[in-house]
């Protein structure tokens, strides 16, 4: 196993952020359920689909629900297909809520809701043009991380599996050379499942996780919340603790190279 | 392109059936292990062996559905904008030739209509009419669709079949769904009931909602008019459907619905009657096969059936539906395509879902993604 990057602040458009668990706010039973999880997660940026709320009011359900005092609202393009369609949906939500913020998703594939990378990058350039503090959410590409970081993007957000599966990170390999590589925090986006994923994807190296389905569809949100809430805080305090080398095997024996031990003590 | 008429009419529907029939108890166990399932399996999950396997079936389904899409309930309402039909077909209500009360909505009407609706919660609206291009035609569609584009967030139309190159236009306009039940999958017994019209084309049917598929519809929904044929057949076959949309228009969301046939003008009585425990069966055999499906539930069910469904596998729901040109703004019943069976308020419809634990979401879908709101 590689030697665990030093855990920096983690720092996105010039706002530093005081928890590596980011959240979504989909598929809850109720806004009062989300916002109740939301609470639990002690997260510091909370993504809100577009498409599901009514962005002009402010009374709207899910909006007023949660307490962007406390939170920092990250709008998401969620169910856009295309650049044109991702950017015109940014500019909505920053004229209505006022925030530069998105998490770009350009998901033209309605079922397992993998990114088109294509398009993603062409809505990055044209939104990080127009001032935007742009989180890309990407298949665990690490050339098109780089692409997307090189167009200024302030994060990369591969997934760990497509979007709701809960199946942990299964694109390992790819998000450890994104993380080995990357100038910007990488944040594991989509696919995890349990709180030992993100643990995982925290002590491998990523500077944050963003969680909904998870949370979302287990039987008790918030308990759940804090189970992911505590997996992460975990995580951070056994990387911030300097964790020792790991190896697969005990190193008692040399049965190759041995021989030269013996010389050598046969030697002295 | 090659089209899925093809592939029906390649099929051989008496052998289809002798398949269904001849599963065994183990095929059901194999098709509820699988995570792919295959045309075998859905066969085996639609037939009588299957029936013994409701419970596990349910299961299943309700978590597949609650992981695909959540602990919610889309909601939507049709205006019928039209019942004027020039096809002959002998289970509707507005077949050409009955003495029924005929009327297209005026635009005018049909915002007043549109208005009533959005007062009721609904952002997302679906478009109906009988077919006669007399009325329904794309200059009218425009006109309506301009206006509808100020009230709601997602529009979706069930009419006739049109062309390719009008759905595009009308995809341009905003519509963004599109709805074309083939009504029968088996090609002998779809003659039996559609004598007459341009309806009794089963393969242009079948075509039609390729061509709005390849104009760029986002949702295309699809399902068998439940009463007429063999339902298990007809099931396979929609979800056989199913899975040929969703593979060529892959950037389309697929939409399934389940129509049973209910009294209407016509008085008839469907021949092979779907009962409740097959109901529920065919639901819950189409979301393990497509387990990334809208399932559609229309107000034709009654509302006991309705509630049961919430959370099983039930993703998209209408509520105080009216099935007549104007009937929200009159609230009188002439010239009904059909009697509902559920008549109580969106508002009773949304708070029974929210007690079963699932959010009514009113708003899935947003004007910007499609065209700038107008007005």
């Known amino acids: 196993m590689m030697a665990t990057k030093p855990l920096k602040k983690l720092v996105i458009g010039g706002v530093e952020l005081n928890s590596r668990l980011f959240v979504g706010t989909g598929k809850f039973s109720s806004p009062e359920a989300m916002a109740a999880a939301v609470e639990a997660s002690g997260s510091a940026l909370v993504t809100v689909a577009l498409r599901r709320v009514d962005v002009r009011n402010p009374e709207d359900r899910t909006l007023s629900a949660l307490d962007f005092s406390k939170y920092r609202l990250l709008p998401n393009t969620s169910g856009a297909r295309t650049a044109e369609e991702a950017v015109r949906l940014a500019k909505l939500a920053r004229a209505a809520t006022g925030t530069n913020w998105v998490k770009l998703e350009v998901t033209p594939d309605p079922n397992y809701l993998l990114p088109d990378p294509i398009e993603t990058l062409k809505a990055a350039e044209q939104l990080v043009a127009d001032g935007f503090v742009v989180l890309p959410y990407i298949n665990a590409d690490p050339i098109l991380a780089k692409r997307l970081q090189d167009v200024g993007c302030a994060t990369v957000m591969p997934l760990g599996s497509p979007i709701g599966t809960n199946r942990g990170l299964k694109t390992v390999d790819q998000i450890r050379i994104i993380i080995e590589q990357a100038t910007v925090p990488v944040v594991v986006d989509a696919g995890i499942g349990m709180p030992s994923h993100a643990a995982e994807a925290i002590e491998m190296g990523a500077d944050a996780v963003l969680i909904n389905t998870a949370i979302a569809v287990a039987r008790d949100p918030s308990a759940m919340a804090r189970a992911f809430r505590l997996a992460v805080e975990a995580a951070v305090l056994a990387r911030e603790a300097g964790p020792g080398e790991s190896t697969a095997k005990a190193r008692a024996s040399s049965p190759l190279t041995g021989f030269l031990h013996e010389t050598k003590g046969a030697a002295s | ?375």
Not at chain 2, 84 to 107: D, Q, W
Request: with cysteine; net charge negative.
């Open chain 2, 1 to 375: 392109m090659s089209s899925f008429a093809d592939v029906m009419e390649q099929t051989d529907f008496a052998a289809v059936r002798e398949l269904i029939a001849s599963r065994t108890a183990s095929d059901v166990e194999h098709a509820l292990a699988a995570e792919q399932l295959s045309a075998d399996d859905l066969a085996a999950l639609l037939s009588p062996a299957a029936a013994d396997f409701i419970e596990q079936m349910a299961q299943r389904s309700a978590a597949l559905t609650e992981q695909r899409f959540g602990r919610v309930v889309q909601m939507y309402a049709p205006l019928y904008l039209s019942n004027e039909c020039v096809n002959k077909c002998t289970y509707c209500g507005f077949s050409h030739e009955l003495k029924i009360a005929r009327k297209t909505l005026s635009v005018e009407e049909v915002v007043r209509e549109a208005k009533l609706i959005r007062e009721e919660g609904f952002r997302h609206l679906l478009l109906v009419s009988g077919e006669d291009r007399r009325f329904v035609n794309i200059p009218y569609l425009l006109e309506v669709v301009s206006e509808m584009n100020k009230i709601f967030d997602s529009l979706a139309i069930e009419i006739q079949p049109l062309q390719e190159d009008e759905y595009r236009q009308l995809v341009l306009a905003g519509v963004d769904g599109l709805v074309i039940y083939q009504e029968l999958y088996d090609p002998e017994r779809y003659r039996l009931y559609h004598v007459a019209g341009p309806k009794r084309n089963y393969r242009n049917r079948l075509l039609a909602i390729e061509g709005g598929g390849r104009a760029g519809m986002r949702s295309l929904g699809i399902g068998t008019l439940l009463g007429l044929g063999d339902w298990r057949t007809e099931a396979w076959s929609v979800g056989l459907h199913g899975r040929w949309l969703s593979r060529h228009f892959w950037q389309s969301r697929l939409a399934v619905s389940f129509p049973r046939i209910r009294d209407c003008a016509g008085e008839y009585t469907p021949d092979l009657p779907v009962g409740d425990p097959e109901f529920v069966q065919m639901i819950c055999a189409m979301r393990l096969f497509l387990p990334d499906a809208e399932l559609v539930m229309s107000t034709r069910e009654p509302a006991a059936l309705r509630d049961n469904l919430i959370g099983l596998g039930v993703t998209r729901m209408s509520a105080g539906s009216k099935t007549n040109p104007g009937g929200y703004a009159s609230q009188d019943h002439e010239g009904e395509q059909f009697e509902i069976e559920d008549g109580r308020p969106p508002e009773e419809i949304a708070r029974i879902i929210e007690e079963r634990g699932f959010e009514a979401v009113w708003k899935d879908f947003d004007r910007e993604f499609v065209a700038p709101r107008g007005g």
